[in-house]
């Protein structure tokens, strides 16, 4: 199926969190919302003089359907690792130079999974980071936005023998191979990630899989521009 599920960004729902957005891909909904520590960042980006970019991945308890233990970003596993996807995503997004001497966090919480939830809070982040932005921008924070690209991410995978775009979860669940895209909007790859469980995948496949990440990247892309020319941000 060359297709991506019904997606949405939500945005102006919260008074007090101007920079929040519930991204829906299908049944999967993550709220997403960005802030700033002013003249603060990491030791690294100090002697660079950088700014910093980051992400933090949080699974609501009843996310699933049924009650998980509450994840933390700074808690071993799925969950630092995701956070470490989102941020790595988002830094490819926006010029890290322009964004000093300050840090610029997106927290990223799923409140319904139904596959795809790694993908819908980049794509979900990327929306909040660049209303974030424009309000400092406004601010008079920044001159303008620190975009370098645009960037958005899907899931493609072989299920039932047939290659599908955004899966959701009964498909990733008997799938036989997965794979997480990142690109950016000029068609260049930020994070592939993927394996086969079952059958092994052929190059001729991967290659067929990556194109069609590419033609949902494109749809997604898209929608972003939709939702931040909808709040009147010009890019």
Not at 9 to 21: C, H, I, N
Not at 89 to 111: E, G, M, Q, W, Y
Not at 173 to 186: E, K, L, P
């Amino acid at each position: 199926m060359n297709k991506i599920r019904p997606i949405k960004f939500e945005t102006g729902f919260l008074k007090k969190v101007p920079t929040a957005v519930m991204v829906s891909m299908g049944e999967t909904k993550v709220l997403c919302v960005a802030a700033i520590e002013k003249n603060k960042v990491p030791p690294h980006c100090e002697d660079d003089g950088i700014g910093w970019l980051s992400g933090e991945y949080g699974f609501l308890p009843n996310a699933g359907g049924e009650r998980t233990s509450r994840q933390r970003a700074n808690s071993a596993g799925r969950t630092k690792e995701i956070s470490r996807i989102i941020g790595r995503s988002l830094r490819a997004a926006f010029d890290l130079k322009k964004i000093a001497p300050h840090t610029v966090t997106v927290d990223c919480d799923v409140i319904q999974a139904d596959g795809g939830t790694r993908t819908a809070a980049i794509n979900g982040g990327f929306v909040a980071a660049t209303i974030l932005f424009d309000k400092l921008v406004k601010e008079g924070v920044y001159q303008r936005i620190p975009l370098k690209n645009f960037i958005a991410a899907v899931s493609v995978g072989i299920a039932g023998g047939k290659k599908v775009l955004d899966l959701s979860a009964k498909e990733d669940n008997n799938a036989d191979s997965d794979i997480n895209v990142v690109m950016t909007a000029s068609g260049k790859y930020v994070e592939v990630q993927g394996s086969a469980e079952g059958r092994a995948f052929s190059k001729a496949e991967f290659a067929s899989l990556l194109n069609m990440a590419s033609s949902g990247v494109r749809k997604i892309i898209a929608a972003q521009k939709r939702a931040l020319k909808f709040r009147g941000i010009k890019f």
